[in-house]
């Protein structure tokens, strides 16, 4: 029988700048709640005061509990299974109530794009635009997104590696636009079916300036290196893509276990989508969390942060050797 022993790194997180987005400023290496990003809102907006009262609500919650919070609903749900699906009310008039929630709950507010000519209208309401998992890769809108000047948040595509997305940061990052965050939301494990490799968290965040390495190593992430921050997509991750059929099933069951291990392993915040009748949602039903339970699953993934800021930061076990 042989025996392994492991060469065992302490995990330092990577250098990080605070990124400005719209009235906050967030800072992923402040120890305290303020490092803890939440983006939350409804999967598509559906009315004004739908977005109003859950805006409210977690902008409550979050205020109780200090965390920075951003709005985030989609106009246009572009990516939907089937063309019977609905897919939202429309740029004009989304972006209109993404402005009057801005306004009215003087929260920054994001919204996802689809096509490289939406950026640059889209970045004269909100305050972050997002890349949605399927288009990670596409240079065009990257780009359109990068040169709005804008915070960027790039869910990591299904189909991707966590060091590929060295690629997608460096397409933003060609604008002169710095301010980029990733997001984590799933990898495809045969069909309909969406797994979480948490090791991807750390090997994001150390992606950013001169970090190019796709192999990773035993060594400390970041070395002086400017990293990048990543979030946990706790609801999407819970996809069983096409499971329906013509739509994407789910097991809304597992998002709080999946937000508490990502901050466990170090996520910087979480991506939440959320709603006050989930099974109502006109998109992702069957994964959105219920908007009563979110102040409970943030109260713990907080509890789970500090007590790892308490002990220090985490140790990873990389090869094996004899």
Same mark, same amino acid.
């Given at each position: 029988?042989?025996?392994? %022993?492991?060469?065992?790194?302490?995990?330092?997180?990577?250098?990080?700048?605070?990124?400005?987005?719209?009235?906050?400023?967030?800072?992923?290496?402040?120890?305290?709640?303020?490092?803890?990003?939440?983006?939350?809102?409804?999967?598509?907006?559906?009315?004004?005061?739908?977005?109003?009262?859950?805006?409210?609500?977690?902008?409550?919650?979050?205020? #109780?509990?200090?965390?920075?919070?951003?709005?985030?609903?989609? &106009?246009?749900?572009?990516?939907?299974?089937?063309?019977? /699906?609905?897919?939202?009310?429309?740029?004009?008039?989304?972006?209109?109530?993404?402005?009057?929630?801005?306004?009215?709950?003087?929260?920054?507010?994001?919204?996802?794009?689809?096509?490289?000519?939406?950026?640059? %209208?889209?970045?004269?309401?909100?305050?972050?635009? *997002?890349?949605?998992?399927?288009?990670?890769?596409?240079?065009?809108?990257?780009?359109?997104?990068?040169? /709005?000047?804008?915070?960027?948040?790039?869910? #990591?595509?299904?189909?991707?590696?966590?060091?590929?997305?060295?690629?997608?940061?460096?397409?933003?990052?060609?604008?002169?636009?710095?301010?980029?965050?990733?997001?984590?939301?799933?990898?495809?494990?045969?069909?309909?079916?969406?797994?979480?490799? &948490?090791?991807?968290?750390?090997?994001?965040?150390?992606?950013?300036?001169?970090?190019?390495?796709?192999?990773?190593?035993?060594?400390?992430?970041?070395?002086?290196?400017?990293?990048?921050?990543?979030?946990?997509?706790? /609801?999407?991750?819970?996809?069983?893509?096409?499971?329906?059929? /013509?739509?994407?099933?789910?097991?809304? *069951?597992?998002?709080?276990?999946?937000?508490?291990?990502?901050?466990?392993?170090?996520?910087?915040?979480?991506?939440?989508?959320?709603?006050?009748?989930?099974?109502?949602?006109?998109?992702?039903?069957?994964?959105?969390?219920?908007?009563?339970?979110?102040?409970?699953?943030?109260?713990?993934?907080?509890?789970?942060?500090?007590?790892?800021?308490?002990?220090?930061?985490?140790?990873?076990?990389?090869?094996?050797?004899?």
């Amino acid at each position: 029988m042989s025996h392994f %022993r492991y060469n065992i790194t302490i995990y330092t997180e990577p250098l990080m700048s605070p990124i400005p987005i719209g009235s906050l400023t967030w800072n992923p290496l402040a120890t305290d709640s303020t490092g803890f990003l939440l983006i939350a809102g409804p999967c598509v907006i559906e009315s004004l005061q739908l977005c109003l009262d859950i805006g409210g609500t977690v902008q409550d919650t979050c205020r #109780k509990l200090g965390i920075p919070y951003v709005f985030k609903a989609s &106009f246009d749900k572009a990516n939907r299974s089937s063309v019977i /699906t609905p897919r939202g009310l429309g740029m004009d008039q989304g972006l209109d109530i993404l402005a009057q929630v801005r306004q009215r709950l003087a929260l920054p507010v994001t919204t996802d794009i689809h096509e490289s000519d939406q950026a640059a %209208r889209a970045a004269s309401v909100v305050d972050m635009l *997002q890349i949605p998992a399927f288009l990670c890769r596409q240079t065009d809108l990257l780009v359109a997104a990068g040169q /709005t000047g804008l915070p960027v948040n790039i869910k #990591k595509g299904q189909f991707m590696a966590p060091a590929e997305m060295a690629n997608a940061v460096e397409k933003v990052r060609s604008t002169g636009n710095q301010n980029i965050l990733l997001t984590e939301r799933g990898t495809f494990f045969g069909y309909n079916r969406l797994v979480n490799d &948490f090791t991807a968290i750390p090997q994001m965040q150390a992606l950013g300036t001169e970090t190019r390495n796709s192999k990773l190593e035993t060594r400390n992430f970041g070395g002086g290196k400017l990293g990048t921050p990543v979030l946990m997509d706790a /609801t999407h991750s819970t996809q069983l893509p096409g499971g329906l059929g /013509t739509a994407t099933a789910g097991q809304r *069951q597992f998002v709080p276990l999946l937000a508490r291990a990502a901050v466990a392993v170090g996520a910087n915040g979480l991506f939440i989508e959320t709603h006050p009748t989930p099974e109502k949602s006109p998109s992702d039903a069957a994964t959105i969390l219920h908007l009563a339970d979110l102040p409970h699953l943030l109260e713990q993934c907080l509890a789970i942060r500090e007590a790892i800021h308490r002990q220090g930061k985490c140790i990873w076990s990389s090869e094996p050797r004899p």
